[in-house]
């Protein structure tokens, strides 16, 4: 079993909807969380940690559940510029370890 | 101002043709990481360092080699290239080991390589 497995769509939405992308990990030890967001042919960028409480930055959610080891992204009023990949990243031991992405694309 | 710096942007090699890839930091950061990504898969890490100490993972070819010099730099250092080893390649840094809570990798643009 991969250690971190997502989705990898691709997603299609119009603007302004809603979309949700979730994310498992193997690795109960794991401790810290994290959402990156990839361009074609980019550099992966932090787009917001994800903490037990849930947390919320503008128009995305991130929400983990530790009991089933997974996570969640959610992205309201979607606009064309959400257009990535958006890949999950858990900790394990020293180093990270990346899911595939999910592939969003958001049409007009 | 770009705090981890990959050169080249692209770069193309011959099948066989030794190659380096440089990764510098203006952050001072303890941990450097060089990742491999390929099309459509997830960044793979491929041997980082602690200061000067090196983790090599244990499927990582023997074919690629790392020098860390100094704090700032790093490279990547590919003895004889394969079509296979077309890829992206990035570095990053954390200022600790990325396994600490909320630890934040700071990437590089990355080095595109191309194998002819």
């Known amino acids: 079993r991969k250690e971190v497995e997502q989705d990898p769509g691709p997603f299609n939405v119009p603007e302004g909807a809603t979309v949700a992308f979730n994310c498992t990990y193997s690795?109960?030890?794991?401790?810290?969380f994290f959402w990156y967001r990839q361009d074609c042919r980019k550099e992966p960028k932090l787009l917001m940690s994800v903490y037990s409480s849930g947390n919320e930055d503008g128009r995305f959610t991130a929400q983990l559940n530790r009991a089933s080891q997974y996570i969640s992204l959610l992205i309201r009023d979607s606009k064309l510029s959400d257009s990535a990949t958006y890949l999950c990243v858990v900790t394990s031991g020293y180093a990270l370890n990346f899911g595939k992405g999910t592939s969003l694309l958001v049409t007009p | 101002d770009a705090m981890v710096i990959q050169n080249p942007r692209y770069q193309v090699t011959q099948f066989g043709k030794p190659v380096t890839l440089s990764c510098s930091q203006t952050?001072?950061?303890?941990?450097m990481y060089w990742y491999q990504q390929k099309s459509s898969q997830a960044p793979k890490l491929l041997f980082h360092y602690y200061d000067k100490d090196f983790n090599n993972e244990a499927d990582t070819p023997d074919n690629f080699q790392s020098r860390r010099p100094n704090t700032s730099f790093c490279f990547l250092d590919i003895r004889s290239p394969g079509l296979g080893d077309a890829a992206m390649y990035l570095c990053a840094t954390s200022r600790e080991f990325s396994g600490a809570a909320n630890e934040k990798l700071f990437f590089g643009s990355g080095t595109q390589l191309s194998v002819l």
């Open positions: 690795n109960s030890a794991s401790q810290s």
């Open positions: 952050l001072n950061h303890n941990v």
